[in-house]
């Protein structure tokens, strides 16, 4: 183990467009971020595009790239990513899916994608669907966090080369799932099966009446995206760069990630993923997870579910939780550790989801050549001596400055 450490923090969905109503400043830029700051002006900062100038890149394939992988040859889809976080087994020639909880209406129009972000009651509306077998194929199903969950088929003759049945859009009719390929086609009419399947029993599960009951809209269906095989990701992480590596994070999605590089895996109590997520109790999860690693992953949630709701305070009211937790981090840790503070995607109140715009990136500890930068935000960092990276680039920078990467050539 080298004797200096870094801590990757990742704030999911961070990075903003300017906003009307905050002035037409960025949540970022609105907020007040004493320590964020305090770490801009003490490393070195830039723009950094997570996989390419303008792609919109989903949190999987970003973190993939952050990590130092190259999404484009390793990535099959989000679903065995989501499962394997859930501690699902995902067997060669499975197909997994990441799944929402949603609600739609008799039409099958849906009415919320994530059925009021419900919280409770998920684990009972899952075993009702866990164990299905349709035309031969066994479906194994769990709840994740929040509205999310998870599906693995396991049969003979699948493909994963299948479309979604999530519309990805409210009002609209839920569509049916279709293969490129004749195994990929197997796949999508036991998923379109399923999927009935689920709003035939859902609809009338006890959870259910008692949401309604209460006023609240219920988790109907499960619609299923994001399929893909079990990836082929070769070396472990701390194999591939020489670390000691520990994965913190509020999502079964990245944790997923984290477990198939081999990190290990910390999970913090009061990590909902949401906006009441406990930030400062996985902000001493980091800090204790230092005594026997030298490389944290760490992802906070909060801004992304802000940006997709389109709730500018939230998304500042957040930040200003995540920096009281920088606060504490850089309080507690050694001097000479490296903190790296970024984003893996946009996710601008304007639009409601990720975008391709860049996102800003600070690197503080010893020995980066500091620059003029004394703000964390997407304007400020422009200055920044980084000037404009990629995401594939930050691990190679990091284990430079960490004195552990190898010599390329003689």
């Not at 990075?15 to 002006?41: C, I």
Request: aromatic share 4%; hydrophobic share 40%.
């Amino acid at each position: 183990m080298t004797e200096r450490k870094a801590i990757l923090l990742i704030m999911d969905g961070l990075s903003d467009r300017p906003v009307s109503d905050l002035g037409d400043k960025t949540p970022l830029e609105y907020a007040q971020t004493p320590a964020m700051d305090a770490a801009a002006a003490r490393g070195v900062c830039g723009l950094m595009d997570p996989i390419a100038p303008g792609c919109v890149a989903g949190s999987d394939t970003a973190h993939l790239a952050l990590l130092g992988l190259n999404p484009y040859e390793i990535y099959s889809g989000r679903g065995p990513f989501e499962a394997a976080g859930i501690d699902m087994e995902v067997q060669p020639g499975d197909v997994a899916f990441r799944v929402n909880f949603s609600t739609v209406d008799d039409d099958l129009r849906v009415v919320d994608r994530r059925a009021g972000r419900i919280t409770e009651g998920t684990h009972e509306l899952a075993q009702a669907l866990n164990g299905l077998e349709i035309d031969g194929v066994k479906c194994y199903f769990k709840e994740s966090v929040a509205h999310r969950a998870a599906l693995v088929l396991r049969g003979e003759g699948l493909g994963a080369n299948v479309s979604d049945v999530d519309p990805h859009e409210v009002g609209a009719k839920i569509w049916e799932a279709k293969g490129a390929d004749e195994a990929s086609q197997r796949t999508a009419e036991v998923v379109n099966k399923f999927v009935r399947k689920s709003h035939e029993i859902l609809r009338e599960h006890p959870v259910n009446k008692k949401r309604q009951a209460e006023g609240k809209l219920p988790a109907n269906i499960a619609l299923p995206r994001g399929a893909g095989l079990a990836p082929h990701i070769g070396q472990s992480f701390d194999e591939r760069f020489g670390l000691k590596s520990a994965c913190i994070v509020e999502t079964g999605l990245i944790r997923g990630i984290g477990v198939y590089l081999k990190m290990d895996i910390i999970d913090v109590e009061g990590a909902t993923g949401g906006l009441d997520s406990d930030v400062m109790a996985t902000a001493k999860a980091v800090v204790q997870a230092l005594d026997d690693h030298n490389f944290v992953l760490c992802n906070i949630k909060g801004p992304d579910v802000a940006g997709h709701d389109q709730d500018a305070m939230a998304k500042v009211q957040m930040i200003e939780r995540i920096d009281q937790a920088v606060r504490y981090i850089t309080d507690n840790v050694p001097s000479d550790t490296y903190l790296v503070l970024t984003a893996d995607h946009s996710t601008p109140i304007e639009v409601g989801d990720h975008s391709g715009d860049p996102v800003p990136l600070v690197i503080d500890g010893p020995g980066v050549r500091v620059d003029e930068v004394t703000q964390f935000n997407e304007r400020a960092v422009t200055a920044g001596g980084l000037l404009r990276v990629r995401g594939t680039d930050l691990m190679l920078m990091l284990t430079n400055l960490m004195g552990v990467q190898h010599k390329f050539g003689a």
